[in-house]
């Protein structure tokens, strides 16, 4: 693979605009919610990374990936990882100290091969968007993500 692809969710970005920056593969609206999936060249990924980073809202992340790589972005930290599994226990600890449920850290897809089922892969997102959604609901009242 040439770029890097990488899955976001259009909730995890403060400035929304900062999509119409980025290369869009394909997106999927989900409710209120807009799932990504971007590529970027290799010689923009750091520079992307530390814009949508920037941006982001706490308590979501988003990730990359490229071959043997895999590169998973929160909004105070930055993970690089093998697509490996058994390389990810680090990241899923951080994750669940944020409060994001330890089903919704499986950085799916991270390999091509698991793109060749991309309406699938939304699937999946949607479901755990979903989750989220009411995770939030539930856990913080200041912070509703559910719509009405």
């Not at 403060?14 to 119409?20: H, V």
């Not at 991309?118 to 912070?143: P, Q, V």
Request: net charge positive; glycine share 4%; proline share 2%.
């Amino acid at each position: 693979m040439e770029e890097y692809h990488g899955v976001l969710v259009d909730a995890s970005q403060k400035d929304k605009s900062i999509f119409k920056k980025l290369k869009i593969l394909s997106q999927k609206k989900d409710g209120d919610w807009i799932l990504y999936k971007v590529g970027v060249g290799p010689k923009e990924i750091e520079q992307t990374i530390k814009r949508l980073q920037s941006n982001m809202i706490n308590n979501f992340y988003f990730h990359f990936y490229k071959d043997e790589e895999l590169i998973i972005v929160f909004k105070k930290r930055i993970f690089r990882v093998k697509i490996d599994k058994s390389t990810w226990k680090e990241v899923i600890k951080y994750g669940v100290s944020l409060n994001i449920p330890e089903e919704q850290l499986d950085f799916f897809p991270c390999r091509t091969e698991d793109e060749t089922c991309w309406g699938a892969i939304l699937h999946k997102i949607s479901r755990l968007i979903n989750s989220t959604k009411s995770i939030f609901t539930r856990k913080d009242r200041k912070i509703s993500l559910t719509s009405g």
